[in-house]
């Protein structure tokens, strides 16, 4: 696809709490919960909501793009975990951004952590379509809802709130390209991460005790870390092959942020050098959907991303599934 990235942004919410902190709330030594997950900090939403988040990252990425909110014809929503069921999470961000109506199409799709990435190709392939000219792609995510505090806090104290965005645009030749994008689902792993609640599979007035028990987040780790042994490495040599690329021409791996120790297993596992990998994920926690892009717009803003470099995105997702692309600045 000749499509790039001509702006990004950032947010989070003002609170910012640290491991320690939580911690001393649940009553555990000092150190214990740093020691299991590797993050020192999260931010976390109080007066915020999933919206102005989304509204605050896509502002900035307008703003690095040199753009108005109005030359924006397409926005895609790539939350892993949606503002509610009905209507989709974009059009409200459209709103928000002052967008007119019927002055673009905004809708969302959903592949849990690798949601930016699918919105990143949905609207990119609409642009090499002709439907559109300028793309905004989002992901914002309230993390901190719906954690297992109390049975599994280890698992509870990944998570972080943020969201951002990029704004897409043709590419013309020598301004870069995608050279491959690639998932795969390994669904005998669909059980090992998820929350049972908020859709179709418990009526709320007739299970109401199904409906609570299955409305917290759970992560089978145990699981997890079967498959991605298996299979990830693999997954990442056919990547780069359809991109035409060796490990050593990868300038910049951004992966994304499931914790500092999944971070590390990676770079092991792959080969790829751990100062290739943008690792954020001790300051800002799991951020679900939003973790690859947040990353994205963190290497930019550190002077990480140039011009002529070769940046691979890679991730794993509840369903279970494996994403990455490779993308040409």
């Known amino acids: 696809m000749r499509i790039r990235i001509?702006?990004?942004?950032?947010a989070v919410p003002a609170q910012c709490v640290s491991?320690?902190?939580?911690?001393?709330r649940l009553g555990l030594g000092e150190g214990a919960l740093e020691a299991v997950t590797g993050i020192a900090e999260r931010y976390v939403c109080n007066g915020e909501s999933q919206i102005d988040l989304a509204v605050a990252a896509a502002t900035f990425a307008l703003r690095d793009a040199g753009l108005e909110p109005g030359a924006v014809d397409l926005i895609v929503g790539g939350c892993g975990v949606p503002y509610q069921p009905l209507p989709a999470t974009a059009p409200l961000v459209m709103q928000r951004l002052g967008l007119v109506d019927g002055s673009a199409a905004a809708f969302d799709v959903n592949?849990?952590?690798?949601?930016f990435l699918t919105a990143f190709e949905t609207a990119g392939r609409t642009i090499e379509a002709g439907q559109c000219e300028t793309a905004l792609v989002f992901s914002s995510e309230v993390a901190s809802r719906a954690l297992p505090w109390r049975d599994a806090p280890e698992i509870a104290a990944l998570f972080g709130d943020g969201a951002a965005a990029a704004v897409l645009r043709r590419a013309e030749p020598g301004e870069g390209k995608v050279a491959a994008s690639l998932m795969r689902t390994y669904p005998s792993g669909w059980e090992a991460c998820g929350i049972g609640s908020g859709g179709t599979r418990f009526d709320?007035?007739?299970?109401r005790e199904a409906f609570?028990?299955?409305?917290?987040?759970?992560?089978?780790?145990?699981?997890?870390?079967r498959l991605t042994s298996r299979h990830f490495n693999g997954f990442v040599d056919d990547l780069l092959k359809r991109a035409g690329w060796r490990?050593?021409?990868?300038?910049?791996v951004i992966p994304h942020q499931a914790s500092p120790f999944a971070l590390a297993h990676m770079a092991r596992q792959t080969g790829f050098p751990p100062q290739r990998l943008i690792d954020i994920s001790a300051r800002f926690g799991n951020q679900i959907a939003a973790s690859i892009p947040f990353a994205l717009d963190v290497a930019r803003r550190e002077g990480r991303v140039a011009p002529g470099m070769?940046?691979?995105f890679l991730g794993t997702?509840?369903?279970?599934?494996f994403g990455g692309m490779a993308l040409e600045t």
């Open 212 to 225: 609570a028990a299955h409305s917290l987040f759970h992560m089978d780790g145990k699981e997890l870390f």
């Open 310 to 312: 070769k940046l691979l």
């Open 111 to 115: 592949s849990t952590c690798l949601g």
């Open 204 to 207: 709320f007035s007739k299970e």
């Open 6 to 10: 001509v702006g990004t942004g950032r």
């Open 317 to 321: 997702s509840a369903g279970v599934s």
């Open 247 to 252: 490990r050593e021409d990868v300038d910049l």
């Open 19 to 24: 491991t320690r902190a939580l911690e001393e």
